[in-house]
């Protein structure tokens, strides 16, 4: 996980060089936190109150050297391990020579200017998020867990512990499952290969690969052991770890291999939020915004078969005299229309579950789950009036619509329920347009509007 923004302490004497840096930061990177300071002193008075995700510091201070400032700061438990980023003119044998020993992270050139730094920084941060996430950690004995959640918490993490790989395991299947911890969910597993109780750190991780079927990339897991030898690394490995180390635990070898399985874990959510916006574009109509044709034909079937969905309720809808915005005023025109028409649907059904879909050309239809004859035409009735206000460029436009539920039609397919709703289309058309008709169990019929009808619409 990646903390949102991020944070960043800019270090600089130039109180112009800082202002402008910190500016550019803070419009570039949306939601992140830029403080900063002119001396070495006042970056370790920021500090001692707060913990940030990344340090940049010229190398010349007015108090102290740039290489002093990251040398107090690796001394430091509660900072140790944040990214130090030296911004320099002059990359020089010194710098090069003691920047590691110093604990410095990389190298900024200052004479490729603030923008070049920006887009410096904002790579640096995707690369080197900081140590965000929410930790499992199995472990059966209370002065272990003691000393290790104590170290991994100082560093940011947050930290679940359980005694047992059975508690472990029961957490996984919740957040797996769907439960209450899905919004939150584990990062990484940490657990010792010896446990106490029926399962073991064998076991467990065993369960997570084969009978949860998470990959190494998606749980990266880090495993305990105080048995180097190479028949249980292998051992380990087999068992399906990403690593591990060895008691005594040492803090900056458990704390590097847990920042290497956080960046696994980014890159896998990284790519998963990919695939799935992929899919989503692969979907959506551009113009509109609204589903395409192609989700309806793959996904919609299954929605009227569902029946915990019924009553369900389809909308067909259709921009009146739409060819004559095309031949009048333009195509982009009214490709305006059809995408001020486009969000407007996804405002008004968004919130109640329905499928909207750019059915062809000018025509729209909404698939409304759990909706009876009587709500859905009250929901068309707001839409055709919500369209008749629109006007989008400056152009009257009202729609038609058809419906058809499977109140009046049960136990009906979906191709069969839109072509009832394109019926009941025709039928508004036939009447006058900019009105509504509903396909009833005795055929198309005009839905009279609430104000109409009166209390009983």
Partial sequence: MIRKGGSILVVDGSEVSRTIIARILRHELEGSRVVTCGSGAEALEQLALSRFDLLTTALMLPDMDGLDLCRRIRADHAHRYMPVVVVSGDADSRLLREGFAAGVTDYFDKSLGYQAF??????????????????????????????????MERQGLQVVHTETAEQALALLEQTRAGGPKEAEGFDVVVT???LQGRMTGGDLLHAIRARLHYSQQEMPVLVITANDSEERQAEVFHAGANDFVTKP???????ARIRSLLLIKQQFNALKRQAE?????????????????????????ALVAERDNHPLSAMLLDIDHFKRINDSLGHLTGDHVLAALGQLLNELFEETGSLV?????????????????????ARAEVLRRKVEQLRPVNIPVTVSIGLASTMDHPDISLTRLLA??????????????NRICVCSAAGPEYAALPREAGSQA
């Fill in 277 to 301: 916006e992929m899919r989503r574009l692969a979907t959506t109509d551009s113009l509109t915004g609204v589903r395409s044709r192609r989700y309806l034909l793959d996904h919609g079937e």
């Fill in 249 to 255: 635990i040492v803090e900056e070898v458990l704390m």
């Fill in 357 to 377: 879909v750019r059915f062809g050309g000018e025509e729209f239809a909404v698939i409304m789950p759990r909706c009876g004859v009587r709500e859905a035409n």
């Fill in 192 to 194: 010792d290969f010896y």
């Fill in 420 to 433: 009832l709703a394109d019926k009941a289309l025709y039928e508004a058309k036939r009447r006058g347009r």
């Fill in 118 to 151: 920006v887009e410096f920084v904002k790579a640096f941060m995707r690369r080197n998020a900081g140590l965000v996430g929410r930790v499992l950690y199995v472990e059966d004995s209370p002065t272990a867990a003691t000393l290790v959640r104590q170290i």
